[in-house]
């Protein structure tokens, strides 16, 4: 597609509820990755994929959180039991594989766990 | 251990100005430098992809320099304008990494009609 584009925009759940966050990256991106923002702070690396493989998942801040990627395309970042601290906007990026490429962020998802 | 600064950390100006945003490095082995706006509560637009080999970028009003062998470099916006007004972030993509960014903490910037 013509940007990254993750879904869904704003997401509200009830704590100890699982939710899944999407990312469809831009075609021909064989690198994707997710962070994390919470209110007012930085950004929290969370998770690399380079195609379909995760080389670097020390980001991921406990085991509820896992991820994959499929067809070296679009990536589900899933939360398992969420807790009230998970709320957070989740970016997703991609870029070509090379190193000399720059990111292209997707507008977000919105958690908020209630 | 690759460090990246950003000052100011906020900046108020009156539009129609033109003005300069900092972002430092602390070490010169990089393979680029990309500048991002973030709206509040929105995701990372990118600006400017300066290669390590660059010396500038430019994107309408927008310039930005880099000083490898410094550490440095600037965004300069020209003639702003209230829908500038947003968070601006400098990353770093170093050589001993072939992946992870480096972020600076950002420059809010805001632009008063």
């Known amino acids: 597609g013509a940007g990254v584009s993750q879904s869904p925009s704003n997401k509200v759940t009830e704590k100890g509820k699982d939710v899944e966050l999407r990312c469809d990256p831009i075609?021909?991106?064989?690198?994707l990755y997710w962070y994390r923002q919470s209110l007012g702070q930085g950004l929290e690396f969370l998770i690399y994929f380079q195609g379909n493989s995760a080389p670097d998942k020390s980001g991921l801040p406990s085991d509820r959180f896992s991820a994959e990627r499929t067809g070296g395309s679009v990536s589900t970042l899933t939360i398992q039991r969420t807790q009230q601290e998970d709320s957070a906007v989740y970016l997703c990026?991609?870029?070509?594989?090379?190193?000399?490429?720059?990111?292209?962020f997707g507008s977000g998802t919105r958690l908020t766990v209630v | 251990k690759q460090e990246v600064t950003q000052i100011p950390a906020a900046l108020s100006v009156p539009e129609g100005e033109n003005l300069v945003l900092n972002c430092s490095f602390t070490?010169?082995?990089?393979?680029?430098l990309q500048w991002f706006r973030q709206d509040p509560g929105k995701g990372l637009t990118s600006l400017l992809l300066?290669?390590?080999s660059q010396r500038e970028q430019t994107s309408g009003r927008l310039n930005a320099s880099l000083d490898k062998s410094s550490g440095r470099s600037t965004l300069y916006i020209a003639a702003s304008q209230p829908g500038d007004s947003a968070t601006y972030l400098c990353?770093?993509?170093?050589?001993?990494?072939?992946?992870?960014?480096?972020w600076g903490a950002g420059t809010k910037l805001i632009i008063k009609p």
């Open positions: 990026a991609s870029s070509l594989g090379g190193q000399g490429y720059g990111y292209t």
């Open positions: 070490d010169s082995a990089i393979y680029n």
């Open positions: 075609s021909g991106h064989t690198a």
């Open positions: 300066i290669q390590s």
């Open positions: 990353a770093v993509r170093p050589r001993d990494s072939n992946y992870q960014l480096i």
